[in-house]
């Protein structure tokens, strides 16, 4: 709705008659033009709009990827701010999404440990609450849809239990006219299974895959559906983008596209390394960020929550963790990550990353990588195929490495010579300052935020999550026709049988030969 439209909505009068009636000695008139007026004030607020995906590191055309077609995020790159080294809490969608909603590490709110406290009611303190209570109580429609289906709401998954509304709607055209809305819409094509895209098909033989993966077949069709994904996920951000301006809200809306942590991938989501929480960023607020704009500096997904407010003239609670990330606050010199439990597999790993390096720390080194995970194994065929091959003996140092009996306690990474994260530099004397300095950043923000990872969890806990992700596996892998205690080989053949049996013509797969 249009400013004189809105206006003529109030009561047939002006702009002018409000403003006159301010100073009416007549209290019925003067309490209604103050309304009048609050009204007109929250028109003048931005409408906020995030889009959010599941499972994505920053592979699309504007970050510099040669197959992936995004036509649609592009444009909001080149009309917003493109950030390179946005970061989330957590690689896991449930904590992840715990923290940006409230603004908090989820260490410190007890929502560290993935879809925890789902049968106990447990529901954040005073003064915590979820970001969308700040907005409503200042007059903000808040609504969250799931993809395009905006009947349908979308996901939320946090670790606690709001016990307050949280969302208003579906739909930001349910609010009252000249309301501004804060909006999320969750797209999840890019969570497994994945959409593929059969109008830009993605070539397996040229995708480029990091080193610490094989090049087999099923790698490299596994990859491309991901990346096909990606293109998915454009198209429909896409329309989303066009229903803003086809409903003239574009100008006065400010959009973020994010990720709630980096792709399903082997050494991706659920680990501290680079795929699992560094996250694609986007950012447009016309009138504010200059189109084009690339920033490089660090952004943590706890900035989110007082960046928005703060723009919307939302007071900002003090408690938050977070920074403006649009205002003139210090940038960070370093963000904090956090892994733990996830569904049944038990671990703690925390992870401070600083502008050159990245320090992690392995609570439960004697551990391997591969502890076993239903959702691994039942959604990741590398996972499969890198468990064959170092059978057989044919894995590269790098990618033997996911395969060890046991992980470094420490683990030191220069990102600026090795973005793969291929060479711990822990035990190198000629970082042993840089390994100490970061150390000590961590033992501080352990200290400081309260990490609630210091205290064990209730073997009940633990016990129930690993019986659940049992029977989950057990049930899944009957529904496929397998045994839940199928052989290596056997499951790989099946993958195989899965991914490669409708291969295009023009596709012509590289790499070991299959196993059929």
């Not at 229903?243 to 959009?255: C, D, R």
Request: overall charge positive; aromatic content about 10%.
């Amino acid at each position: 709705m249009k400013r004189r439209d809105f206006l003529k909505t109030l009561g047939g009068g002006t702009a002018a008659t409000f403003l006159a009636g301010c100073s009416s000695p007549d209290p019925k008139q003067a309490s209604r033009s103050a309304a009048l007026k609050r009204l007109v004030q929250l028109q003048n607020r931005p409408n906020i709009l995030w889009l959010i995906s599941e499972d994505t590191s920053p592979d699309l055309a504007c970050y510099g990827h040669p197959l992936v077609k995004t036509p649609n995020l592009d444009r909001l790159a080149r009309e917003g701010a493109r950030y390179t080294n946005a970061y989330v809490t957590a690689p896991v969608c449930s904590a992840s999404r715990s923290a940006f909603m409230t603004g908090m590490h989820q260490t410190s709110i007890g929502a560290h440990h993935h879809r925890s406290h789902r049968t106990n009611a447990y529901a954040l303190r005073p003064p915590l609450a979820v970001l969308t209570e700040y907005f409503r109580r200042t007059g903000y429609y808040t609504c969250n849809c799931a993809g395009l289906n905006y009947k349908q709401p979308g996901k939320t998954d946090w670790n606690f239990t709001p016990n307050v509304t949280v969302f208003d709607g579906t739909d930001w055209s349910q609010r009252r006219p000249g309301q501004p809305f804060f909006a999320q819409i969750n797209f999840n094509m890019t969570h497994r299974q994945y959409k593929r895209d059969p109008k830009n098909p993605i070539d397996p033989v040229q995708v480029e895959l990091p080193p610490c993966y094989p090049d087999h077949p099923v790698v490299r069709r596994d990859w491309a559906d991901y990346l096909e994904a990606m293109q998915v996920l454009d198209t429909e951000i896409g329309v989303a983008l066009q229903w803003l301006e086809k409903e003239g809200l574009a100008n006065n809306t400010i959009v973020m596209y994010f990720a709630d942590n980096g792709g399903s991938h082997v050494w991706s989501k659920q680990w501290l390394y680079e795929g699992g929480i560094r996250v694609p960023m986007i950012v447009r607020w016309p009138g504010q960020i200059q189109p084009g704009t690339v920033v490089d500096d660090l952004v943590s997904s706890i900035d989110f929550a007082p960046t928005f407010l703060q723009a919307a003239g939302v007071l900002v609670p003090k408690h938050l963790q977070g920074r403006n990330f649009l205002g003139a606050e210090k940038k960070h010199d370093c963000i904090f990550a956090a892994r733990d439990r996830c569904d049944g597999t038990v671990d703690r790993i925390r992870c401070v990353r600083s502008k050159r390096y990245k320090y992690i720390r392995n609570y439960y080194p004697d551990r391997p990588y591969t502890q076993f995970n239903a959702y691994k194994k039942l959604q990741y065929p590398a996972l499969t195929v890198l468990q064959v091959l170092h059978k057989e003996g044919k894995l590269t140092p790098a990618q033997a490495r996911f395969m060890a009996a046991t992980r470094p306690r420490e683990e030191l990474y220069d990102l600026q010579s090795d973005p793969h994260e291929l060479h711990n530099l822990a035990d190198n004397r000629k970082f042993r300052s840089v390994l100490r300095e970061h150390s000590r950043k961590l033992d501080a923000w352990i200290k400081s935020t309260g990490d609630q990872g210091e205290v064990p969890e209730d073997p009940k806990a633990i016990a129930a999550a690993q019986n659940a992700m049992a029977e989950s596996y057990r049930q899944r892998m009957e529904e496929r026709g397998l045994s839940p205690d199928i052989s290596d080989e056997e499951y790989l053949a099946w993958w195989e049988k899965k991914l490669l049996a409708h291969l295009r013509p023009s596709e012509s797969v590289p790499g070991t030969d299959l196993k059929t």
